[in-house]
Structures are given as C-alpha cells and as structure tokens.
C-alpha cells in the first residue's frame, strides 16, 4: 500500500474547496433569483394597480367601488399618485 503524498493530500482539499465553492455560489445564486422575482412581482402588481385606477377614474368608477371589484393581491396601495399632469396639481 502506497503512503499519500502531501502533493495529492493538497489537491483532494483544493478540490472540495472549489466543489463547495461552487455549490455555495450556486444556492446563493438561486436565492438572489427568487428574491428578484418575488420583488419584480411586487413591483409588478404596485404598476397595475396605478393603471387600473386611473383607467377606473377615467371611465368615471368611483374609488372605493374600484377597490372592491378589483383588490390587489400583493397589498399594494392602489392610493399612490401618479405622474400625469392632471393628478400632479
């Protein structure tokens, strides 16, 4: 039976280093993209819940019925003002 040389020794350890490495860049990779996703989605329904209420303000839907027939799911405040000339007065 041949004795290991510290040469192989230190090569098996780099190796699981980087192997370990890899897999800990790997889970915080998919972390990060499912936190931007989950923030995308936010950010998402925030926007349409703006358009919604300016489309529902523009048909003459009063603000209280158009947060009933259309809640938002993400809890976004559908309050926020928007940018149009007419709302910034």
Do not use: C
């Not at 350890?13 to 995308?40: D, K, M, P, T, Y």
């Not at 019925?65 to 910034?88: I, L, N, Q």
């Amino acid at each position: 039976m041949k004795e290991e040389s510290s040469r192989d020794i230190l090569a098996r350890r780099l190796v699981v280093l980087v192997a370990g490495s890899g897999l800990l860049i790997a889970l915080v990779g998919l972390f990060a993209i499912a936190l931007l996703r989950r923030n995308a989605e936010r950010t998402s329904q925030a926007a349409l819940a703006v358009i919604a209420e300016q489309a529902a303000s523009r048909i003459g839907m009063p603000s209280a019925e158009w947060s009933r027939v259309y809640p938002t799911r993400s809890g976004a405040s559908h309050k926020s003002r928007s940018m149009h000339p007419a709302s910034v007065a």
